[in-house]
């Protein structure tokens, strides 16, 4: 999947508001090359990220993120894409090459909404820049 340039932009303005810059931030191209990474490896959430990035402004910040009605989707591949890019990774010790296409099952699955509802229960919490 190829976002559109307007989209782009929108993408490396939600990232600039949601993620601080700082040493070993990956570079815009970069930054990009793992959004449609993580589109990739998520398809159903392709359109929904793209309906996501048409409701906010050419410069969101985190206010307009989290009065979002897809304020999950933005983050989920933002957060995605910024944690799974092999520089992060690595400088967080995150495990990379360990991409999900499976989907989970049993005690996994419960194990994870558990986990999942905790999160939605205590509500968003951003930090500014």
Excluded: W
């Excluded at 793992?34 to 050419?58: C, G, K, N, S, Y």
């Amino acid at each position: 999947m190829k976002l559109s340039p307007s989209e782009q932009d929108v993408v490396l303005a939600l990232r600039d508001a949601l993620i601080p810059a700082g040493p070993g931030r990956p570079s815009a191209d970069d930054f990009l090359t793992d959004i449609e990474r993580v589109l990739q490896v998520r398809p159903d959430i392709q359109t929904p990220f793209q309906e996501a990035l048409a409701l906010l402004p050419t410069q969101p910040s985190v206010e307009d993120v989290k009065t979002s009605p897809k304020e999950a989707t933005l983050v989920f591949v933002v957060a995605g894409a910024h944690y799974t890019n092999p520089g992060v990774a690595n400088a967080i010790g995150y495990p990379t090459g360990q991409v999900r296409t499976k989907p989970l099952e049993g005690e996994q699955l419960e194990s994870v909404r558990t986990r999942l509802t905790q999160v939605i229960s205590r509500g968003a919490c951003y930090t500014p820049a």
